[in-house]
């Protein structure tokens, strides 16, 4: 299970490897 804590960062880390591409 995901905690929402987790999701956040993972949804951070996506932005943050799109916005790095």
Same mark, same amino acid.
Do not use: D, F, G
């Given at each position: 299970?995901?905690?929402?804590?987790?999701?956040?960062?993972?949804?951070?880390?996506m932005? +943050?490897?799109?916005? +790095?591409?």
């Amino acid at each position: 299970m995901l905690n929402q804590r987790q999701l956040r960062w993972k949804t951070a880390v996506m932005e +943050s490897e799109k916005r +790095s591409v």
